[in-house]
């Protein structure tokens, strides 16, 4: 952001106050675009647009078209704003790499146990997995946080049925999630190189935990963490 040589005259403490303020914004903004934004002339772009905005607020503030107190709060609007919208992409983003996971899980449950285990097993998985990947990705799409999957929908009209709200159904939808997500990490499925004539023994299994990399378990715990979160926000409304 400008020095002191560039607003030589305007040396109060609000002023420059509003200038650290400007520059603090457009650093956070440079973090957030080499996060987000993978094409670089995007990312310049988009760059430029924040520091041209801190540039005029500051700008504005030198020439007293208005004052440093409105300065600070148009900086801060803006990002707290931007902040906004980087947790709304890095918690669909979760969401839907959360959701794949458990589609392709439930999936993999299905045809192993070939379809014995499918009805209590895998189907949910597959309809959570589903409905978690559409609600982020549409929302994502759309910048919207409210998208509402067939899945979540009905559990929301099960409990208007019941004499509830949507928000019980929404309580009740993630909290499910959880539960078949931790199913699905506690179920014993055979060691690796685990030989059977006809079944295979408690002693040639193991917990599905045990068998997941560090990528896969760091996934699982921050995306449990996110749903959580929401089962949370939903609880306290």
């Given at each position: 952001?400008?020095?002191?040589?560039?607003?030589?005259?305007?040396?109060?403490?609000?002023?420059?106050?509003?200038?650290?303020?400007?520059?603090?914004?457009?650093?956070?903004?440079?973090?957030?675009?080499?996060?987000?934004?993978?094409?670089?002339?995007?990312?310049?772009?988009?760059?430029?647009?924040?520091?041209?905005?801190?540039?005029?607020?500051?700008?504005?503030?030198?020439?007293?078209?208005?004052?440093?107190?409105?300065?600070?709060?148009?900086?801060?609007?803006?990002?707290?704003?931007?902040?906004?919208?980087?947790?709304?992409?890095?918690?669909?983003?979760?969401?839907?790499?959360?959701?794949?996971?458990?589609?392709?899980?439930?999936?993999?449950?299905?045809?192993?146990?070939?379809?014995?285990?499918?009805?209590?097993?895998?189907?949910?998985?597959?309809?959570?997995?589903?409905?978690?990947?559409?609600?982020?990705?549409?929302?994502?799409?759309?910048?919207?946080?409210?998208?509402?999957?067939?899945?979540?929908?009905?559990?929301?009209?099960?409990?208007?049925?019941?004499?509830?709200?949507?928000?019980?159904?929404?309580?009740?939808?993630?909290?499910?999630?959880?539960?078949?997500?931790?199913?699905?990490?506690?179920?014993?499925?055979?060691?690796?190189?685990?030989?059977?004539?006809?079944?295979?023994?408690?002693?040639?299994?193991?917990?599905?935990?045990?068998?997941?990399?560090?990528?896969?378990?760091?996934?699982?715990?921050?995306t449990s963490g996110l749903t959580l979160k929401q089962l949370i926000d939903e609880y306290k409304k």
């Amino acid at each position: 952001m400008s020095q002191r040589g560039d607003y030589g005259d305007r040396l109060d403490d609000a002023f420059w106050e509003v200038n650290a303020a400007a520059s603090r914004f457009i650093s956070y903004g440079c973090g957030v675009s080499a996060r987000h934004l993978r094409d670089r002339s995007l990312r310049m772009q988009f760059n430029r647009e924040l520091a041209y905005y801190a540039k005029r607020v500051v700008e504005d503030v030198y020439q007293r078209r208005i004052s440093p107190e409105q300065g600070l709060e148009a900086i801060q609007g803006e990002a707290n704003s931007l902040k906004s919208q980087a947790n709304r992409i890095l918690t669909q983003v979760g969401g839907m790499v959360g959701g794949t996971s458990q589609l392709l899980t439930g999936i993999r449950s299905c045809v192993r146990s070939f379809g014995s285990t499918c009805a209590f097993h895998g189907l949910p998985l597959i309809a959570h997995g589903g409905n978690n990947f559409y609600e982020n990705a549409r929302g994502m799409y759309e910048g919207r946080t409210d998208v509402v999957g067939p899945v979540r929908k009905t559990y929301q009209e099960v409990a208007l049925r019941m004499g509830y709200s949507e928000r019980e159904g929404n309580i009740a939808y993630y909290a499910t999630d959880l539960l078949i997500s931790g199913s699905a990490l506690a179920r014993k499925i055979p060691k690796r190189g685990a030989w059977r004539l006809y079944h295979y023994m408690s002693t040639d299994k193991e917990r599905a935990i045990m068998q997941m990399g560090k990528g896969a378990l760091s996934v699982e715990i921050f995306t449990s963490g996110l749903t959580l979160k929401q089962l949370i926000d939903e609880y306290k409304k």
